[in-house]
């Protein structure tokens, strides 16, 4: 996973408690996304942004806020947090329009625990 | 909205045995790709093979090809030889061929090889 940065690997908030997840990238990519991954869900898409400015809402927003100021941070801001917000997310970064796959690759992060009590 | 549904939550081979994954997935773009993601213990996500709607011909890659039913919107993965390094989360995905638009991910099969 070189190449997106993810921080903390490992958190436990309090119910209420707001914090941010970090996602960095240094390949100059347009196209990140934020998803969280439950047991038996699968990944479920949060947030992404097609590029610095721009952001759009995914499959499962509610809870979350995002903001893309720069082309390589996406930070994703949980505001009060809940223990419904307990899970792993995952950050992914690839260059726009490119599809996986034939030498294009989107780059997902190692992922960050998160445990809200 | 595109959708993509795995019916089997868990799975298991033996070693050297072949397996078959099933997905299917409900949208009604005609141009589009599918894929298979595993995922082993570390997390890791990584790309094992990926499908183009409008190529009629099976994708493989060395043990892992798929059987590709595009009017059935089927896309089952088949691992032939099984590892027990192949033992992982395995994700079917979808996204559309233009639009800049995210991967949809099915829920996962766990599948474990026993030796």
């Known amino acids: 996973n070189a190449g997106v940065t993810q921080t903390p690997k490992f958190q436990v908030l309090k119910t209420g408690q707001s914090m941010t997840l970090q996602c960095a990238q240094d390949m100059n990519h347009e196209y990140m996304s934020w998803y969280r991954q439950d047991p038996g869900m699968g990944l479920r898409l949060i947030h992404y942004?097609?590029?610095?400015?721009?952001?759009d809402q995914g499959e499962v927003p509610n809870g979350y806020n995002v903001s893309r100021s720069t082309t390589e941070d996406f930070p994703l801001r949980l505001l009060s947090a809940a223990p419904s917000q307990t899970s792993v997310y995952f950050c992914a970064s690839s260059y726009s329009g490119q599809v996986p796959g034939s030498g294009n690759t989107i780059y997902f992060g190692e992922g960050s625990w998160l445990t809200v009590v | 909205a595109q959708t993509v549904t795995q019916s089997q939550p868990e799975m298991s081979v033996q070693e050297a045995e072949t397996v078959t994954l099933s997905c299917t997935y409900d949208t009604s773009e005609n141009n589009y790709y599918l894929f298979w993601y595993k995922q082993p213990p570390s997390r890791q996500m990584i790309l094992v093979i990926r499908q183009e709607a409008y190529k009629q011909q099976n994708a493989t890659e060395n043990r892992f090809s798929v059987n590709f039913q595009k009017a059935a919107k089927s896309f089952s993965l088949k691992i032939s030889d099984s590892q027990l390094g192949d033992t992982a989360m395995y994700f079917c995905a979808f996204m559309k061929r233009w639009g800049n638009t995210p991967l949809v991910f099915g829920k996962g099969t766990r599948l474990s090889v026993i030796a």
């Open positions: 942004s097609v590029g610095a400015g721009i952001t």
